[in-house]
């Protein structure tokens, strides 16, 4: 296989725009699962979606060109599912299942388009939304963290000569395989790849996935990314998100419908999707909240995905719970995906090895790990916590609470109302970094 020179492509910059985000499969795979189902079951609500930027000390508005930012959602606007990729969503088989799609919502997305988007600067940040109904909404968020973040990317090595690109590259390609053979060192360990939304690049993605292909071989158990699925022959991979719950809460009346709102999603999910897609996502108000008002009918779920709480912290908080069910842990699954490297991803095997089942979703240190590669100083090759969340549904605001407090979102006095009704049990503040 030809691979790119990205140190070359990246400093041949003649054309009048080079777009970031080039495929409406560019997109992480659970964004289709959950648009199945709210194009099926939830057609009339509209969400609102917005940019957040958790690292407010970074002014994307002063390290972004506004011009260039409008010009890359726009041309994503223009961007249609090919015949290719219809053919392919159709009849490729996806978790071992052979049409998870159906025809009539096939028939539907062939002619999605993203809806308009509202851009402002404020503060020296971007304020960037996406109102409207939310089975058009759901598809930007993907795209526009990484346009976003390859818009930053871009800027901070603008300066660059091709010597200096070859470095950085070259440097990042030797740190990126150092931790592919620490990886291949551990037996039975499985990795995917989750690194889309704050990627560095495109390119450099792809790079990332073909190297973890090659490297640590069966071990790499595919990626999120659904356009680098089909192209590099890998599994799609994914199951659902905290927008699900969040909007369903906002769309809740009374204080038991909101209470219910994370097992109705579930309900809902079991009706499209089952066996290895059953996977619960706790936290989106707490697990500790979760878990303690979770039916006994969750238990029966293939597995979890702890995302906010310290991976060996949260995994052993469910194993315990799986005890009281009467469930033996090392029938079920545990996928860590939340601010993962090297290193946290073989402490925490090592600790469940023999206990549970396990999987990690590897995200922005695999695809935007660019510390001390650059020859010269600059931070905007640093990763930052930039998230596009649902701030509201039918007019009613959003809200997520999390493990972690520092990872909340949404109207100050709604999140007093849900710490109202879920409580604040087990939540501890972290540093978030990515």
């Known amino acids: 296989m030809t691979r790119t020179d990205i140190a070359q492509r990246v400093y041949n910059h003649t054309w009048k725009l080079d777009p970031i985000v080039r495929s409406l499969?560019?997109?992480?795979?659970?964004?289709?699962?959950?648009?199945?189902?709210?194009?099926?079951?939830?057609?009339?609500?509209?969400?609102?979606?917005?940019?957040?930027?958790?690292?407010?000390?970074?002014?994307?508005?002063?390290?972004?060109?506004?011009?260039?930012?409008?010009?890359?959602?726009?041309?994503?606007?223009?961007?249609?599912?090919?015949k290719k990729e219809m053919i392919w969503l159709a009849g490729n088989n996806f978790y071992g299942r052979k049409q998870i799609f159906e025809p009539e919502f096939l028939a539907w997305l062939e002619n999605f388009q993203l809806p308009e988007y509202e851009l402002r600067k404020r503060d020296g940040q971007y304020?960037?939304?996406?109102?409207?109904?939310?089975?058009?909404?759901?598809?930007?968020?993907?795209?526009?963290?990484?346009?976003?973040?390859?818009?930053?990317?871009?800027?901070?090595?603008?300066?660059?000569?091709?010597?200096?690109?070859?470095?950085?590259?070259?440097?990042?390609?030797?740190?990126?395989?150092?931790?592919?053979?620490?990886?291949?060192?551990?037996?039975?360990?499985?990795?995917?790849?989750?690194?889309?939304?704050?990627?560095?690049?495109?390119?450099?993605?792809?790079?990332?996935?073909?190297?973890?292909?090659?490297?640590?071989?069966?071990?790499?158990?595919?990626?999120?990314?659904?356009?680098?699925?089909?192209?590099?022959?890998?599994?799609?991979?994914g199951t659902n998100a905290h927008e699900l719950p969040m909007v369903l809460a906002a769309l809740a009346s009374t204080e038991k419908e909101l209470r219910a709102a994370p097992y109705k999603v579930l309900q809902d999910w079991q009706r499209y999707y089952g066996g290895n897609l059953l996977i619960v996502l706790p936290d989106a108000f707490g697990?500790?909240?979760?878990?303690?008002?979770?039916?006994?009918?969750?238990?029966?779920?293939?597995?979890?995905?702890?995302?906010?709480?310290?991976?060996?912290?949260?995994?052993?908080?469910?194993?315990?719970?799986?005890r009281e069910k009467g469930v033996d842990p090392r029938k079920k699954l545990l996928i860590f995906s939340d601010g993962l490297d090297v290193d946290t991803i073989i402490d925490t095997y090592n600790h469940f090895k023999g206990k549970v089942r396990m999987s990690f979703g590897w995200g922005t240190n695999l695809t935007n790990d660019f510390e001390d590669c650059a020859p010269e100083q600059t931070d905007g090759l640093?990763?930052?916590?930039?998230?596009?969340?649902?701030?509201?549904?039918?007019?009613?605001?959003?809200?997520?609470?999390?493990?972690?407090?520092a990872k909340a979102t949404g109207d100050r006095k709604a999140i007093e109302r849900y710490l109202r009704v879920f409580g604040e049990e087990d939540r501890v503040e972290q540093l978030v970094k990515v």
Request: aromatic share 10%; with cysteine; proline share 5%.
């Open 25 to 82: 499969l560019d997109t992480d795979f659970y964004k289709l699962l959950m648009l199945q189902m709210i194009w099926g079951m939830y057609p009339k609500v509209n969400a609102t979606f917005s940019l957040i930027n958790r690292k407010t000390s970074v002014r994307l508005a002063d390290e972004i060109d506004e011009h260039e930012l409008r010009d890359q959602l726009d041309h994503a606007r223009t961007l249609r599912f090919s």
């Open 127 to 237: 304020e960037l939304e996406f109102p409207g109904p939310w089975m058009y909404t759901t598809l930007w968020e993907i795209p526009a963290l990484a346009i976003i973040n390859e818009l930053r990317s871009r800027a901070a090595i603008k300066s660059f000569g091709p010597f200096g690109l070859d470095v950085l590259y070259a440097r990042a390609k030797a740190k990126m395989w150092d931790k592919t053979e620490r990886l291949r060192a551990i037996p039975g360990i499985r990795i995917s790849d989750f690194g889309t939304r704050r990627r560095h690049s495109f390119l450099w993605q792809r790079w990332c996935v073909e190297a973890l292909k090659e490297g640590i071989g069966e071990a790499f158990t595919g990626t999120s990314n659904v356009l680098l699925g089909m192209d590099t022959d890998l599994e799609a991979l």
């Open 287 to 322: 697990t500790a909240a979760f878990l303690r008002d979770a039916p006994d009918w969750v238990a029966g779920w293939t597995g979890f995905r702890p995302d906010s709480a310290p991976p060996i912290e949260g995994g052993e908080r469910i194993l315990a719970w799986w």
């Open 382 to 405: 640093k990763a930052i916590s930039l998230v596009c969340k649902v701030t509201e549904a039918n007019g009613k605001p959003a809200v997520k609470l999390s493990d972690n407090p």
